[in-house]
């Protein structure tokens, strides 16, 4: 077991109010979500002496302003003008998942005492995906010609492998999707209010066959905001602690321009899984609540998957019959996920993990959470698990 | 009627690099050629620096038959691009070629329905003239088995 177990917790959460056009800056949104993470702590802008972001804009063809696309590291600092600022990193791999486990090293370095991690995303104007123009360039030359745009194509293909090779119908992907919105009709902080219907789900138009409209996350201006701190130092904050007990991060990825074959995927979710296991000393079963990242719904599967909550071919069998409810044996992205809450990637995942283990979640608590798992983005895409525990070990 | 209408399209048009020049050579005459390193005899595609198997450089371009299966595929209904909305709905395919397992190459499938577009049927390559310099590797329903 990880020697640092439950020596970092998570303390205060915050939110900007998502919006699906870029109506306010998206500095805004984070400088919001930071100063309401910062509060929810009980602590002062001052406190904070440590910062970390993964800002990177997944539509592609739009141009990165700071400020306004991104929100970098540089923008933050110039924003808060901390006084007591030690460190700070911008993480370029593995997503914010990263920025969260680069934080929790400063602090078990002792180099920061209070450190903030942001994430903010920006929906820009017109497509959000832009293709190249007329000449397809790099990586690009090999898919772009065949009309092969952003990643939804590339999730859509391993999803018809997998739907396939596993004889398994799309149809089943209703309960998830369903059951998510449920969930996430009790986060206040959601970006859709409204239920979704099994015949919604079945009826949806297709966008990229086997994923319909209701299979990919929906994309807003909006960021959200977690402090980390010392368990000692977090003891004597405001909201109870999640202590974070062991993590992982993805060791298997493609050369650039490498179509990644689902077997790839599978392998990425297994490294980072199995490194949060072995740190961590819980498996599967001992695990009581778990979100798991899902920009678009198939990435669900490859997590259950990979992350050994059942065999390979079976999670669209393993999350029927009501396992996935409040009340069942593994509640799942119980704050709705991105399905719900828009696309804010990973942070919102690891800030439910939080809640659920602090006993925060409101009206969405799972009743007697201890072991709360986290895969902040999908093996498909750049892989990190967490797991946070309301009791140290 | 379920045959993608591709006569509208307007393809982004590949600009070969010092790596994938000699990909494009072999397109332009109709042979189908994948880099292939000369340590462990890997085939590789789209073609990189080192062998993504051995780590060897020593990687040069080779013919290969050009048959295979559908590794997987989409059907594309969106219509973000609008170079491609004509064509909407069209199979947008992976294949594995028998002679180079694990090297993945997109394509479309061409002169079949998009719904023959299934994990496992059998391909073999055309190929689709661009401009006079570039030629696309394309993929329909494979005519001849191999052996035969």
Redesign the interface.
Known sequence: MWENRCKIAVSGVGYSQATRSAETPLAAHALHAVKAAVEDSGLQMPDIDGLATYPELPATGHATVDGISIVSVNCMMAMLKLPNLTWHIQTGSVNIGGAVQQATNALLAGVCKYAVVWRAMHNPRG???N????????????????????P??FH???Y??WL??HNQQREKMATLTVTQRKHGLKNPHAFFKVPLTREDYLNS???????CLYDCDIPVQGAVAIVLTTADRARDLKPRPAYLAGYGQRLHF??????P??SNYMEGGRSSAQLTWSRSGFTPKDVDVAQIYDGFSSSVIYGLESYGFCKEGEALDFIQGGRIELDGDLPLNTFGGSLSTGRIHGLWHIIEGVLQASGRAGERQVKDVNVSFVGASAPIVEGTTFIFVKEPY | MTMSDWSK?????????EW?KPFWDAAKQGVLALQRCQACKHF???P?A?C?NCISTDLRFEPVAGHGAI????????T??K??AA?V??A???VELDDAP?A?????LLEAPYTEA???RRVEVMFEK?NEEIT?PQFRLARTEVGA
Not at chain 1, 254 to 259: D, K, L, S
Not at chain 2, 9 to 17: C, G, Q, S, Y
Not at chain 2, 104 to 108: E, I, P, R, Y
């Open positions: 497509t959000y995906q293709l190249p123009g007329a000449q397809a360039t790099g990586p690009l030359q090999f898919t772009a010609p065949y009309g092969f745009g952003g939804g194509q859509a293909v391993a018809a492998r396939e090779r138009r297709m966008v990229a066959h086997p994923l493609e050369v650039a321009g490498r179509i074959s689902l | 399209v307007t393809r982004p048009v590949p600009v070969p690099n994938t590789q595609h789209p990189y080192t993504v590794y997987a595929y989409t059907i594309m209904y969106h973000g691009d170079r491609f064509a709905p069209y947008s395919i992976i694990g993945l190459l997109a394509a479309n299934k994990v496992g661009l696309l």
